[in-house]
């Protein structure tokens, strides 16, 4: 990987990462494609549309389904899917969390019982990077412990001393790796934990950012804690990363938490909301959020976005996504969700732009004008 820092305004930063597959500026949103694809779109929607550089995928709903293996005797992801651009893939950490009812952590690893069919499965670090290098991402994410917020203090050191140890066995076992020729042109990144416990970010963070990884992502974040909360652990955290590596948030969030923590220094996001939140009605514009399944918009035959100049805005109206919202016609998640992502991308493009010319409080106040 190589990276460069095109620019800073204030704590805000524009970089430019260059992968074995694409040429990604940042500030960036990956949209989600948790099982190898963007929920409702096709490699053209994503290359050719959206123009997309990186898209996201897990770790453990592909070793699931279709299995690890099979991707790579197909070709690991770029030659499965067809998108030839980079992919960054979870570990499996926040499934840990989110399916905390069939999993279990315990000091070498995380337990799982499938959501598939029940059957048992072991993540240890080495595990995680072993199902990564067959899928063959750019970017891989070691396995970290993830608390759900509140956390006491016992459970929060016991998060981060499995993190940092998780994260000295995968470093190690990667470098190994890579001097045997697996996952050469393979980038991995660590994820600081300590919920919104400056002490324990302080600690965490020092841990980490001491290793050899390709960059660095803070996890534990939007997982319950107030968004205020949030932002003031990345403004407290941020300090503590390189500047000379990536910085991604993980799954984070809103137009306007993207907004502010790009101005506290994260390049890098990712969130299923823009295209969830597609599927259920509500689409994002540069004035809010709108709920198309409204009878209000039944006769309206502007734009979703009259500023917008996506696919789908370009194209059809919000009485014909209304129409076929409520008719359940498949065609309007391709659309919504064709929206929603381009908001996602013009909008940390603007925020790119603007500090570029050390404009960015002007953006913001901008951005926050125009939704008011």
Known sequence: ????????????????????????????????????????????????????????????????????????????????????????????????????????????????????????????????????????????????????????????????????????????????????????????????????????????????????????????LSVGEENQAMYDTVEFTTPFMPKDKPRYLMGVGTPEDLVENIERGIDMFDCVMPTRNARNGTLFTTFGKINIKSARFKLDDTPIDPACDCYTCKRYSRAYLNHLYRAKELTYFRLASLHNLHYYLNLVKEAREAILKGEFQAFKREFYNRRN
């Open 1 to 220: 990987m190589k990276f460069n820092l095109d620019a800073i305004d204030g704590n805000a930063r524009a970089c430019t990462i260059q992968t074995a597959h694409s040429t990604i500026q940042t500030p960036i949103f990956m949209p989600v494609g948790t099982s190898a694809v963007v929920k409702a779109l096709d490699t053209n929607d994503m290359r050719e549309i959206l123009d997309t550089q990186i898209i996201l995928a897990n770790t453990y709903h592909l070793y699931l389904r279709p299995g690890d293996e099979t991707v790579n005797k197909l070709g690991k992801l770029h030659g499965f899917t067809k998108y030839d651009r980079s992919f960054l893939t979870d570990s499996g950490g926040f499934q840990a969390f989110s399916l905390s009812d069939i999993s279990k952590a315990d000091e070498k690893g995380i337990m799982f019982r499938s959501h598939i069919d029940g059957s048992k499965h072991y993540f240890t670090p080495s595990k995680v990077l072993d199902i990564q290098y067959n899928l063959g991402s750019d970017i891989m994410m070691i396995l970290d412990d993830l608390v759900a917020l509140p956390a006491t203090k016992e459970r929060l050191t016991l998060s981060i001393d499995r993190t940092t140890r998780w994260a000295k066995e995968s470093i190690t076992y990667h470098r190994e790796k890579q001097s045997d020729g697996i996952g050469v042109n393979q980038n991995i990144f660590a994820i600081i934990q300590g919920g919104i416990d400056k002490e324990f970010r302080k600690i965490s963070a020092e841990s980490l950012c001491a290793m050899d990884f390709d960059g660095f992502a803070i996890g534990g």
